[in-house]
């Protein structure tokens, strides 16, 4: 497609290049992350696994995140497609693993979607109840009823803006971002600031072993732990993929990635520190491990800690889930864009709205399915934030452990060609896909335990299973399925496996969709 | 002589492919389609998202191909692709990349009001666009006229009525079309106007559409059929609609008092014309320019 554009000239391309530097691509990285939804949503579930060794965990999940961030780095570098994933996969191992691997980035889009759109729904609640000061609207929220039919509404409206190619710009990203930080800090601050005073209900002492991953953890606790933290890193190698927009492609976008994963992960253990040291780890009252406050700990928290400007914190996580409700749509529709122009999805999916430019079909599938999976979720499980984050760290694993793995085999021929190869293309994305690759098999045995999701359980078998490996299952089945209704993409008709040497010649071919 | 459709694989889109073939064929001009792409913003998301542009023009070429399918074979015609954050703002450097002397668009059921308003691009066009801007009313795609048969002037008595006059004659005599000068008046007395009798205001229009018909005749040769009207109601929208219109017709007028040196600016009197009438309707500058003016 490139090829025939560049050979007539019919398209001109008004790109404004040399636009983001190291500091705004750092805003753009952490505001992909949305640091204190994030938190918010797995601090539970981390504290739940793993007690007081959070930040440990949060440094181990921490590591193969920035490990595999390099292998979509150079994939990207090399052959940028709105496929990402899905498309580097099936280049470098063929259709089948390659389909696999787009199902599962669709899918973790799609449960981060109701996870965003639910702890909208929880902060919403939780802030009108304290403007109004009526503690009885943010029980609103528990309300299954109420919950979804909110929950609902606000996908309906999050899809309609992105099916109408509306995106936040740039200046209201910075602000949610700079409002975002400046909240978490000063609650951690104020947090540490009662625990010197002894106003703190627990009062913990800090000390250094909880950073340590190796004493006092079973593997278990550990893994699942993580599979939560993985969830926490999500995201923030967008930056790494700024390309021509950035003002020195060789520097900035290294740089935006370390400024930004560096904020991110010394807020999270400055977080993480402050509230382990305010609140403990008890499973009473304020404690982190009392299941009442697991899913919303920032619920729980804010106003003991922050006083008055208690609910700053919740505008804090409600303006960034929506934000991201907001933003996260457009990812889940190109993943299926792509697969769909490809051929690994009905053609349908491919199809741009005339009007409005943008893959409007696509984005209407994932708003309903998101709506649809948030329904059933909630109908069975007793905590729907922490099962769908639990279900997100497997489904996370699972397609950036095959990304970083394509991303070796796919530079195969060129691994050893210099050092940055053999670091970059080589060592960081190995060493990633395997530590992905393991969290992904223990998390998946692990999660068939009832207890260590909600509780919830369908035969005697947690329901994060079904919602992590069962969803991959239904996956394989859809797939051969698919298969033999439309067998041009399984057979190579469409994208090409092929690795980078050969890419290079025919790389406009290779990315050309199939003719219609 | 060249014109420049603004695309969109719509029916509003249609509507301009059909208007512009019609006035290419009056005019013997040459016809540009052309689609502006937004470029893809660097969205922060959990997933990323590059090569959606290539996805989007290749997809543009589809559409244009389409689109070229509507223009008769008689009418030459080449298509084009450009980025551009705004809409607008692409389609006028296209048309002064181009040089071209019109921008045809579609105008209806672009707004949130259906066809009672514009949609935002054309809106924009009509308060920028450094060359004259026709808009196609809705269903022009499925009219069968192939040409314009009588050019309607629209012309009031503030600056900018003489470029107005002196650009229809010029379409009308490089077209060949009769061409009928029209003066609207509104009895309706705005508030903090004197209250005027309606003999009065009828005696000063009938005045003015006396000159302005003059004028119009000692610009063109002699047995060239002009004509000149007035019409009058409560208020602009019952004036015009008192006219009769014919398949075939365009109604040309002048930019408002408020626009930009060389700019268009639509004006409240066409605003209200552009809402009842389902004629195309080209909207002039109010001062002449030249291709130096041109972004």
Redesign the interface.
Known sequence: ??E??EDTG???????AGK?GTFSGAV??I??VAPGYTLTASIGLIVAAVGLKMPAILIAGFIPMFLTAYA?REL?ARA??????FTWSTKAFGPYIGWMCGWG?VI??II?LSNLAAIAVEFLYLFIARVFNDPSIADLADNKAINIATTLAFIAVATLIASR?I??S?RV?YVLVGFQMTVLIAFAIAAIVLVASGDAPAGVAFNLDWFNPFTGLALSAFVIGVTGSIFAF??W??CL???E?SKDPKRVPGRAGLLCVLSILLTYLLVAVAVMMYAGIGIEGLGLGNEENADNVFGALADPVLGWAGPLLFLAVLASSVASLQ??F???A??M??MG?YGAFPKLF?S?S??F?VPAFATVVAGVITGAFYTVVSLLSERVLLDTIAALGIMICWYYGITAFACVWYFRRELFHNVHNAVFKFLFPLLGGIMLALVFVISVQESMDPENGSGAAIGGIGLVFYMGFGILLLGAALMIIWRFRSPDFFEGRTLKTVDSLAGDTDISRD???MP? | MKLIVGYLATPGGADAIALGVRLCRTLGAELGVSIILPPDRVVPSLVPVGGYDEHLAEQAERWLAQARALIPADVVAGTHVSFDDSYADGLIKEAARVQADLIVVGGSGGGLAGSYSLGSVVNELLHSSPVPVAVAPRGSRDRSTDRVHEVTCAIGERAGADLLLDTAVRFSRAAGTPLRLVSLVALDPMFGTLRGDEDAVRERALAHAQHTLETAKSNLPDDFPVTSTIVDGRTVEEAVSKLQWHDGDLIMVGSSRLSAPKRLFLGSTAAKMLRVLEVPMMVVPRDPFDAADLP
């Open positions: 497609m490139s025939a554009q019919l398209v001109s391309k008004g790109l404004a983001i753009l990285g505001s992909s979509y990207n940028p497609d709105c496929g990402a994933s980035m973790a889009t981060v190619g995106t936040t740039e990203q999500w995201g190698d967008t993929t700024l390309g927009e933003t996260t457009l990812p889940a190109r993943a864009l792509a122009a491919a741009v005339p009007r430019l990315l050309s969709p219609d």
